[in-house]
T-cell receptor
Framework: AQTVTQSQPEMSVQEAETVTLSCTYD???????LFWYKQPPSRQMILVIR??????QNATENRFSVNFQKAAKSFSLKISDSQLGDTAMYFC???????????FGKGTKLSVKP | DAGVTQSPTHLIKTRGQQVTLRCSPISGHKSVSWYQQVLGQGPQFIFQ???????GRGNFPDRFSARQFPNYSSELNVNALLLGDSALYLC???????????????FGPGTRLTVL
């Protein structure tokens, strides 16, 4: 069975600084998808960034980028130029190619301080 | 376009009661998935429906059931409520069943269920 582990329950960063959130996963699959979701206090889950396992190039979306290490089964999220609006729970998620359901980690609570 | 909508926003029930939660997907989306998010945890998959048929089920007891209607909206039913069923219930929709494609899931705001 696939598992997703986020080892940092809470993190904080100063506004405009850079922060990296960690995620590791366990799977025997070779092709799959990985995601980072953001859940602000308003609780609406929003997709931040996604990565297809067969792509070697790390995904980037504006201030958000990932470091995907397939052999190490690691998928970290880097947030550059942190903004107050980045304060939220961040969840790492895994999905098999052939299934629709997402498998989530326990989340990391990120606080951006002014 | 409207996003995924869920009703009600909040719900308070007592142990042993039954509850029905509702979800309307984004227009044109045919797949709906349900997740349970207990406080302090990540969401856990309960069901996926596509074209009115169950296409996936998570590790939840038979007290949990769901259905999808011809307009692709969905209901999640939970019978014989337990204190441990208190959680945020999230609905997500996507355009297809995912096979071979990325098919992003879009989440609704959730229904907060409290069981006393």
């Amino acid at each position: 069975a696939q598992t997703v582990t986020q080892s940092q329950p809470e993190m904080s960063v100063q506004e405009a600084e850079t922060v990296t959130l960690s995620c590791t996963y366990d799977t025997s699959e070779n092709n799959y998808y990985l995601f980072w979701y953001k859940q602000p206090p308003s609780r609406q889950m929003i997709l931040v960034i996604r990565q297809e396992a067969y792509k070697q190039q790390n995904a980037t979306e504006n201030r958000f980028s990932v470091n995907f290490q397939k052999a190490a089964k690691s998928f970290s999220l880097k947030i550059s130029d942190s903004q107050l609006g980045d304060t939220a729970m961040y969840f790492c998620a895994f999905r098999r190619l052939s299934q629709g359901n997402l498998i989530f980690g326990k989340g990391t609570k990120l606080s951006v301080k002014p | 376009d409207a996003g995924v909508t869920q009703s009600p926003t909040h719900l308070i029930k007592t142990r042993g009661q039954q509850v029905t939660l509702r979800c309307s997907p984004i227009s044109g989306h045919k797949s709906v998935s349900w997740y349970q998010q207990v406080l302090g945890q990540g969401p856990q998959f309960i069901f996926q429906y596509y074209e009115k048929e169950e296409r996936g089920r998570g590790n939840f007891p038979d007290r949990f059931s769901a259905r999808q209607f011809p307009n692709y909206s969905s209901e999640l039913n939970v019978n014989a409520l337990l204190l441990g069923d208190s959680a945020l219930y999230l609905c997500a929709s996507s355009s297809t069943q995912f096979r071979g494609g990325l098919n992003e899931q879009f989440f609704g705001p959730g229904t907060r269920l409290t069981v006393l």
